[in-house]
């Protein structure tokens, strides 16, 4: 299981962050806890303000890039939306903006009308658009190693520039600060 003990940065908008660490030392689980996917089982996270974020803020503000999204029916059965949907719903952007966001990040118009786990690492793109359009802030990948970095590195030097340009703080957990050579603005090595 990963953890982060004694851990404390100052993460800025329009910065893309690494944080490295070995597999199981707290990258991954850096990236997930600010997504607001986990819970914390102590310290705070702070915002600039000095006003103590919870996990129900963190998820109103994040977006964990690559996340397969699903809704509930009402009779509370699991059903997953097509990206189209999702880039319909709960957004603050106008149209026009949105249809920019997926223009710049490539979606295939073919797989708009499809659920993010039948659309393959294009998941990564859509889940930023859909993020960029609820108004989200803060971006969290998953943890790369070089394997997925290979498979990967258009997609996230793509979704990583234009987080960036929107003023996103955007982290990316790593083994290996290589891997994330020209991708990131600032690294955070949790090894030391």
Same mark, same amino acid.
């Given at each position: 299981? $990963?953890?982060?003990?004694?851990?404390s940065h100052?993460?800025?908008?329009?910065?893309?962050?690494?944080?490295?660490?070995?597999?199981?030392?707290?990258?991954?689980?850096?990236?997930y806890?600010?997504?607001?996917?986990?819970?914390? @089982? =102590?310290?705070?996270i702070?915002?600039?303000d000095n006003?103590?974020? $919870?996990?129900?803020?963190?998820?109103?503000h =994040?977006?964990?890039?690559?996340?397969?999204?699903?809704?509930?029916?009402?009779?509370?059965?699991k059903?997953?939306?097509?990206?189209?949907?999702?880039?319909?719903?709960?957004?603050?952007?106008?149209?026009?903006?949105?249809?920019?966001?997926?223009?710049?990040?490539?979606?295939? %118009?073919?797989?708009?009308?499809?659920?993010?786990?039948?659309?393959?690492n294009?998941?990564? @793109?859509a889940?930023?658009?859909?993020?960029?359009?609820?108004?989200?802030?803060?971006?969290?990948? %998953?943890?790369?190693n070089?394997d997925?970095?290979?498979?990967?590195?258009?997609?996230?030097?793509?979704?990583? =520039?234009?987080?960036?340009?929107?003023?996103?703080?955007?982290?990316? %957990?790593? $083994?290996?600060?290589?891997?994330?050579t020209?991708?990131?603005?600032?690294?955070?090595?949790l090894?030391?």
């Amino acid at each position: 299981m $990963d953890k982060l003990i004694n851990f404390s940065h100052n993460f800025c908008n329009s910065t893309v962050y690494g944080v490295v660490s070995n597999s199981g030392a707290g990258a991954w689980a850096l990236s997930y806890t600010l997504a607001g996917e986990a819970k914390l @089982n =102590s310290g705070d996270i702070v915002s600039g303000d000095n006003e103590k974020w $919870d996990m129900r803020r963190l998820r109103q503000h =994040s977006c964990y890039v690559g996340d397969i999204l699903y809704k509930r029916n009402k009779w509370g059965l699991k059903y997953y939306p097509t990206v189209e949907q999702l880039l319909e719903e709960n957004v603050v952007l106008p149209k026009p903006s949105i249809n920019n966001l997926v223009e710049q990040l490539e979606l295939s %118009p073919t797989r708009m009308n499809r659920p993010l786990h039948l659309i393959s690492n294009e998941r990564w @793109n859509a889940t930023v658009a859909i993020g960029l359009a609820q108004g989200k802030s803060i971006f969290c990948f %998953p943890f790369l190693n070089k394997d997925w970095k290979e498979s990967l590195i258009v997609r996230l030097e793509t979704c990583s =520039s234009l987080l960036k340009n929107h003023q996103c703080i955007t982290i990316v %957990p790593s $083994d290996s600060e290589y891997i994330l050579t020209n991708i990131v603005d600032e690294v955070v090595n949790l090894q030391q």
